[in-house]
């Protein structure tokens, strides 16, 4: 027999939990479906870094949004914290920005400028001020930004907290259920058919990371295009002398201590399809980057390896809003930022959805950005 829910969410990773916990705290009857366990991909494989500052250059609309993602996430973290019980693991110390070459070093100055110009809290340190603080950094540094409002978080804290939380307020998570394909009636959403037989709802999200385009059933001109990007880390296990306070940025490599004893080092950005395997290319350019930062780093047991695919859309910016498809959302491509953006997300897409509404910050991210430019073509092609 048919199963009913007001909302299904697609997806049971950081996106998807966070939507359907903003949903059922407005009382929908939500239902999650995940094909596996809820937050065990790129949700798990993440650094958890919530790093606006560091990670853009320029005040464009994607840096605008990332921004009041980062704004959000303080008192989001306590709210999950309040309403579960349950520890998350928040770093405010802030990060570094360390140049290691001389034209890092030119391109920090002119960021360092910029930045002072929009208003970014950003101060310029010397080696000396630098090293004074993080000790383990390279003495072959040239100088280094500091960003304190960039903050870092660990990320499977976040997605276990949220799951929790769908469920105390009344939310259903299934695990081990695939969405196969939207039922439609006439044009829009009527059901999703699943490996579980069929949930009748009016209202679906695409919350399905890097697979998103693989939802079937809907007009193949309203896919969404978006790719898996793999990205590798590794783990040291320092205990609790951890060398250092701040996490530690670079174009190359970044470096991220975490509370339980261990130093994340990540990550890698390439192109492999689904295969979100560990190679050895990728760790030995994992440990040549870190131990560019902190040669220190290389009498460190090794804890463990991993990786993850993100999902990246055709022009590298989150797709979010109701598609072409009445009844349907996407809430996917958050890229290298889908943790920093989960709470905002959660916040934007439920105001889509209840209340039919665009928040002039989500305008630039929605999905019918890719329809308008086509012409007859579909978003079947893979993405080079
Ligand atoms: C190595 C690495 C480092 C990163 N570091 C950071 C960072 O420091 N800061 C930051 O903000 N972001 C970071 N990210 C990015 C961030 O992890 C992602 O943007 C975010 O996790 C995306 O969340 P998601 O819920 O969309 O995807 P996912 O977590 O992948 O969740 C999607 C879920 O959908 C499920 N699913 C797919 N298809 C179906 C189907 N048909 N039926 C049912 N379920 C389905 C999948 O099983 C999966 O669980 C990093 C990512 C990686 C890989």
């Known amino acids: 027999m048919a199963q009913r829910s007001d909302i299904v969410v697609i997806g049971g ?33 993440a650094a958890g870094m919530l790093a606006p500052h560091c990670e853009f250059d320029e005040p464009d609309p994607y840096f605008i949004l990332c921004r009041a993602g980062l704004e959000r996430y303080a008192g989001f973290v306590e709210s999950l914290r309040e309403e579960t019980g349950r520890p998350i693991d928040y770093n405010a110390t802030g990060m570094i920005y360390p140049a290691l070459s001389g034209g890092e070093q030119a391109r920090l100055e002119t960021r360092y400028e910029r930045h002072l110009r929009n208003g970014v809290s950003v101060e310029k340190l010397t080696v000396r001020e630098a090293r004074r603080l993080e000790p383990d950094l390279s003495n072959r540094i040239r100088m280094a930004l500091r960003y304190p409002d960039d903050h870092q978080v660990e990320n499977r804290d976040v997605v276990a907290a949220l799951a929790q939380s769908v469920r105390l307020n009344g939310g259903v998570i299934r695990e081990g259920v695939t969405a196969r394909k939207i039922v439609l009636d006439g044009n829009r959403v009527a059901g999703v058919d699943t490996t579980d037989g069929l949930w009748n709802t009016p209202t679906v999200v695409n919350a399905m990371g890097c697979r998103a385009r693989y939802l079937e059933g809907i007009p193949a001109a309203h896919r969404i295009p978006i790719r898996p990007v793999r990205g590798q880390i590794l783990a040291l296990r320092t205990g609790a002398a951890t060398p250092f306070k701040h996490t530690i940025y670079t174009g190359g490599a970044y470096l991220v201590p975490r509370s339980d004893g261990r130093l994340i080092i990540g990550a890698t950005v390439e192109e492999a399809g689904f295969r979100d395997e560990v190679t050895l290319g990728g760790v030995m350019q994992l440990f040549r980057s870190a131990l560019e930062l902190a040669p220190g780093l290389k009498s460190w047991p090794l804890d463990s390896t991993w990786s993850g695919l993100r999902p990246v859309a055709r022009d590298g910016w989150p797709v979010l809003g109701a598609m072409g498809t009445p009844g349907l959302y996407a809430a996917s491509g958050h890229g290298r930022n889908g943790i920093l953006l989960a709470p905002l997300t959660g916040d934007l897409i439920a105001e889509a959805i209840l209340h039919d509404r665009v928040p002039p910050i989500m305008r630039p991210f929605l999905p019918d950005r890719f329809y308008a430019a086509r012409t007859g073509e579909t978003n079947d092609e893979h993405d080079s």
Do not use: D, M, Y
Not at 22 to 32: K, M, N, Y
């Open 13 to 45: 990773g950081i996106i998807g939990l966070a939507i359907a916990r903003q949903l059922c705290q407005s009382g929908s009857a939500v239902t999650v479906l995940e094909q596996h366990r809820t937050g065990r991909g790129a949700s798990w494989a």
